[in-house]
């Protein structure tokens, strides 16, 4: 049975860091694409960052040049480092593969001064 468990949200203020960390079990880890989602209050769960098997990446474009996706194929994690936070980067962030299994539980990430 494939797990996700998101970990490292938090309270940060605006122009701030963090580290999101996804642990992945269950599955052969280094076959699969990764990616990391995120849900606003009232809005929809948004793609916001991938990384594929040969560890290439791409991100959404409001988070180009703040978040590095990255993915540790010996641990079986997915990192989401997100830098210059802001208050519209407020959501709940999940982790999944492609295609996408049963969602964690996420880690929440409020960006408020």
């Known amino acids: 049975q494939v797990q996700l468990v998101e970990s490292g949200g938090g309270l940060v203020q605006p122009g701030g860091s963090l580290r999101l960390s996804c642990a992945a079990s269950?599955?052969?880890?280094?076959?699969?694409?990764m990616d990391w989602y995120r849900q606003a209050p009232g809005r929809q769960r948004e793609l916001v960052a991938t990384?594929?098997?040969?560890?290439?990446?791409n991100y959404a474009e409001s988070v180009k040049g703040r978040f590095t996706i990255s993915r540790d194929n010996v641990k079986n994690m997915v990192y989401l480092q997100m830098n210059n936070l802001k208050p519209e980067d407020t959501a709940v962030y999940y982790c999944n593969r492609e295609p996408p299994v049963t969602w964690g539980q996420g880690t929440r990430v409020t960006v408020s001064s």
């Open positions: 990384v594929t098997l040969a560890g290439n990446t």
């Open positions: 269950g599955m052969i880890f280094s076959m699969y694409t």
